[in-house]
């Protein structure tokens, strides 16, 4: 049977599972076309290899042609190559031409793009990018900054909304917007060349350009229990060549490497999904490996994404994080509640009696346009607080529910200061820089960084067990250095209640301050997929091999943290 509904299809999708077609074997293409070879390759061979390596193929075709179709082929060869030379230079070469655009995180789409855009050699454009950094090591944040630089003297103007320091650095001019987030923000702090913007005691990204302002190198390290280790034994998925991994328990653990390295692979794709699948009952299929040792040590396994914490206007930080139910609670309790015979239900938008019916407790209403994207107009009835008059009527310190969700988190904390069960859920959104945040806030309207926050205040909340793992993949995405600050603090909170925190990471602010690092690499696709250098960050900076250790060297102290045994 079709169906409509995206729900339905969620929900149907999570017992399929995608395998090579056995006829093509992925080719995807008839007998007849993959019999055609060029230099001993068919078309679905050449579209596998990364790009870097199929720069270097392409170059070894022309000596296998005849001069007649040298002839034909050279122009198509020289226009294949600059495509690919600038793929290469935006730091994609770990890429295969085949790689399906759906599997392509936000940054490495963003730079295909940018590389379409030198290939075309236009002047006198006006680009404007959306951290393009997002996801890059810093060896191939150079190249990329090397690829804006070229665009720039191509007589081109760029604007770059960036956090990344490498970046900011490098700028001609810099606007500082502040000097908080949300309501809090919206103002130009400073405008000038970062030299300028760094003198300017108002911004904060000046305060941490001068050095008035910095991440610390923790003065000790949580040490390594040689008793208490998650081993991956064996792991050979995408580009991982039988790798095995440690990851000691009850620390701060990064997972580092160049871009395309196989991180993922490694944490998200074999670690995750074999330990949910064992320990949550998940029917996810892991990557292929020999054994995971540890899991007896351990009750659960969390990956805190930055996928939205709700598909509709209805959910909100408020009910994601279960403060609602406390505050419907204590607006029930209210003697003029009471006496109207008012229970819990009634301050939901969810049920009827409370809420508004025009609307049916959205707030707007939906208008489809049919051939154009559906717009949201807000409701005449309630004027967008998504409850009836009555139960408006009903205020606590001259404040309705509706009022209550139209707080932010900051305003929200004194007006329940004597509500514990409240205030409590409150600190703890406050703490992990959530602030500026409005409780009734649609969970649509969140960044993916503001939405990964939410989870953490949520799992922050809960009983520590001090037997879960908690994932996060490249958490200090769109992030400035304040926000990864306060995100440090609590991430590095969860493992003081003896839980352990696996951050797959290239900001090395986050990275100089783990208390254990394994390193994959030592380069991108085909080149990757070994453990570099696995230790204290450290013991990271002495390997010579380590492109992470080599960057990480310059941030760390001269006298070494008091570190424990490095896994023999």
Same mark, same amino acid.
């Given at each position: ?11 149907? $999708? ?5 395998? @090579?077609?056995?006829?093509? =074997? ?24 990364? *790009? ?10 022309? @000596? ?42 936000? #940054? ?7 590389? !379409? ?13 959306? &951290?393009?950094?997002?996801?890059? =090591? ?24 960036? =956090? ?31 030299? &300028? ?5 108002? !911004? ?5 350009? $001068? #050095? ?8 000790? /390290? ?63 299929? @892991? ?48 003697? &003029? $509640? ?9 301050? !939901? ?20 346009? =049919? ?67 409005? +409780? ?52 590095? %909170? ?13 900001? +090395? ?30 013991? *990271? %900076? ?11 060297? @310059? ?8 570190? /424990?045994?490095?896994?023999?």
């Amino acid at each position: 049977a079709n169906t409509d509904s995206m729900w339905v299809r969620e929900e149907l $999708s999570r017992y399929q599972s995608e395998k @090579p077609c056995h006829v093509c =074997h992925g080719a995807r293409l008839r007998p007849e076309a993959l019999s055609v070879r060029v230099a001993d390759k068919t078309i679905a061979q050449a579209c596998d290899l990364p *790009i870097g390596k199929a720069l270097d193929w392409f170059e070894t075709v022309m @000596p296998t042609l005849t001069p007649q179709k040298a002839e034909i082929a050279r122009r198509i060869l020289r226009e294949i190559q600059e495509r690919l030379t600038f793929l290469d230079d935006v730091g994609l070469d770990y890429l295969t031409l085949s790689r399906s655009s759906a599997t392509l995180s936000g #940054g490495e789409s963003q730079r295909i793009r940018l590389a !379409s855009q030198i290939g075309s050699g236009l002047t006198g454009v006006l680009y404007v990018l959306d &951290e393009p950094s997002i996801g890059l =090591h810093q060896r191939d944040n150079e190249r990329l900054l090397g690829t804006l630089e070229r665009l720039k003297k191509l007589g081109n103007t760029l604007i770059v909304v960036e =956090h990344d320091e490498d970046a900011i650095r490098s700028a001609d001019w810099l606007v500082d917007m502040g000097p908080g987030a949300g309501v809090n923000g919206g103002k130009v702090i400073a405008a000038g060349t970062p030299e &300028e913007v760094a003198k300017v005691p108002e !911004s904060l990204t000046g305060a941490y350009l $001068s #050095g008035r302002k910095s991440i610390p190198v923790p003065e000790h /390290r949580r040490p390594y229990d040689k008793k208490k280790v998650l081993t991956v034994e064996g792991a050979t998925g995408h580009n991982l060549k039988n790798v095995t991994a440690h990851f000691p328990l009850g620390t701060f653990t990064c997972v580092t490497g160049v871009s395309g390295s196989g991180k993922s692979t490694l944490v998200i794709d074999t670690l995750y999904k074999a330990l949910s699948r064992q320990l949550m009952g998940s029917s996810q299929s @892991p990557e292929a490996y020999k054994a995971i040792k540890g899991i007896e040590l351990l009750d659960k396994i969390i990956d805190i994404d930055q996928s939205p914490i709700g598909r509709t206007p209805r959910s909100n930080p408020a009910t994601y994080t279960d403060l609602f139910t406390p505050i419907r609670d204590w607006f029930a309790e209210l003697p &003029e $509640s009471k006496a109207r015979g008012y229970k819990p239900g009634r301050f !939901s938008f969810n049920v009827k009696g409370g809420r508004c019916e025009a609307c049916q407790g959205d707030g707007v209403l939906k208008i489809e346009m =049919h051939f154009l994207p559906d717009v949201f107009v807000t409701c005449d009835t309630c004027k967008g607080t998504r409850y009836n008059r009555e139960t408006l009527d009903i205020k606590f310190r001259g404040k309705s529910i509706a009022d209550v969700l139209a707080m932010s988190v900051d305003e929200a904390l004194p007006y329940f200061s004597a509500q514990t069960r409240i205030r409590d859920r409150l600190a703890i959104l406050q703490k992990v820089g959530l602030g500026y945040v409005a +409780l009734g806030q649609q969970a649509t309207t969140l960044s993916g960084g503001e939405a990964q926050r939410v989870k953490l205040s949520k799992e922050l909340a809960r009983r520590a067990t001090g037997r879960t793992v908690y994932i996060l993949d490249e958490p200090t995405t769109g992030l400035h250095t304040e926000d990864v600050r306060k995100l440090l603090e609590v991430l590095h %909170a969860l493992v003081d209640q003896g839980n352990t925190v696996i951050v797959i990471e290239h900001n +090395l602010e986050v990275i100089k301050t783990a208390d254990w690092i394994v390193d994959v690499g030592p380069e991108g696709g085909d080149g990757g997929g070994r453990i570099v250098a696995e230790g204290t960050p450290e013991d *990271i %900076a002495a390997c010579k091999e380590s492109y992470t250790g080599q960057f990480l060297a @310059p941030l760390l102290k001269p006298a070494p943290a008091k570190t /424990r045994k490095k896994k023999k």
